[in-house]
């Protein structure tokens, strides 16, 4: 089997692309994140995820237009109380984004790698996007992406999986999340994105749901050529379930190749 190709993502024209995210992806993670709650009034259909939410908004007027993204540091936000701060481990696709008027007409998928949806547990936050941008540095990117554009069963990511693991500040390292197949998200390849573009359309959000009205923000963002979508957080193991990040932590996030020896890795060293 031939290798995968890895590609750098550049920095400067990240800062123009939208960010969001997609919540109740994986089976199980809401619960052991102690989200599952907030999503009693979201409506979902079988597997489906339970909806999507924003983490970047070039040019909005607020928090969210602070660009998030980091390669090798997470920070931890100013505060006058503890934060329980977890890392999410996800795939994040860079994808193309067709408009039809102010509609996404369509998501083209160009490539893969390893992200840090990194989240404050806030249990009575109002949205979702209240937990996922403090400013620079609270979220993760890895540098390289594997350079992908077939998203099917079949083709070259079958062989992709992902882990996660924690780097304490006293040199101990123990696995956060449980390594796991990109093919074992509820939703993937095109089914995903189909999914998606019907969501940036219909998803209005309400002041019941923690969810918000995406493709209205994408459009105030001034229409953005391309986005970066984090497709939602593994499993954790009892540790990761448990353990929330301290100074000096270091959060390692990897997409491997089990037909070769490429990878996608972030690698994230918490400051406060």
């Known amino acids: 089997m031939t290798e995968l190709h890895m590609l750098e993502l550049d920095d400067v024209e990240m800062r123009t692309w939208f960010g969001?995210?997609?919540?109740?992806?994986?089976?199980?993670?809401?619960?052991?994140?102690?989200?599952?709650?907030?999503?009693?009034?979201?409506?979902?259909?079988?597997?489906?995820?339970?909806?999507?939410?924003?983490?970047?908004?070039?040019?909005?007027?607020?928090?969210?237009?602070?660009?998030?993204?980091?390669?090798?540091?997470?920070?931890?936000?100013?505060?006058?109380?503890?934060?329980?701060?977890?890392?999410?481990?996800?795939?994040?696709?860079?994808?193309?984004?067709?408009?039809?008027?102010?509609?996404?007409?369509?998501?083209?998928?160009?490539?893969?790698?390893?992200?840090?949806?990194?989240?404050?547990?806030?249990?009575?936050?109002?949205?979702?996007?209240?937990?996922?941008?403090?400013?620079?540095?609270?979220?993760?990117?890895?540098?390289?992406?594997?350079?992908?554009?077939?998203?099917?069963?079949?083709?070259?990511?079958?062989?992709?999986?992902?882990?996660c693991h924690l780097r304490t500040a006293d040199g101990q390292e123990h696995e956060y999340g449980v390594d796991s197949p990109l093919l074992g998200y509820s939703y993937y390849g095109e089914v995903l994105l189909d999914w998606i573009v019907d969501r940036l359309a219909r998803q209005k959000g309400s002041p019941d749901t923690p969810l918000e009205d995406v493709g209205a923000l994408m459009v105030a963002s001034g229409h953005p050529a391309k986005v970066l979508i984090g497709i939602g957080a593994t499993r954790y193991t009892p540790l990761g379930e448990s353990t929330f990040l301290q100074p000096g932590d270091q959060a390692v996030v990897r997409v491997y190749d089990t037909a070769s020896d490429a990878h996608s890795e972030l690698r994230q060293t918490v400051s406060g």
Not at 31 to 36: H, L, P
Not at 93 to 106: F, I, M, N, Q
Not at 116 to 128: F, G
Not at 129 to 145: E, I, L, P, T, Y
């Open 20 to 163: 969001f995210g997609v919540a109740g992806n994986f089976a199980g993670h809401l619960e052991q994140a102690g989200e599952a709650a907030d999503f009693v009034n979201v409506a979902s259909e079988g597997t489906a995820p339970k909806g999507i939410f924003p983490w970047y908004a070039p040019g909005y007027d607020g928090i969210l237009g602070e660009f998030p993204l980091s390669h090798d540091a997470i920070n931890l936000p100013q505060s006058d109380t503890p934060l329980n701060l977890q890392i999410e481990p996800e795939v994040a696709l860079a994808c193309e984004v067709k408009w039809a008027g102010d509609t996404v007409a369509s998501l083209r998928p160009f490539a893969l790698g390893a992200f840090n949806d990194c989240s404050i547990r806030r249990p009575n936050a109002l949205k979702i996007s209240d937990k996922k941008n403090w400013g620079r540095a609270s979220k993760g990117v890895a540098q390289q992406f594997f350079d992908i554009g077939d998203l099917t069963p079949d083709g070259p990511t079958a062989t992709l999986r992902l882990l």
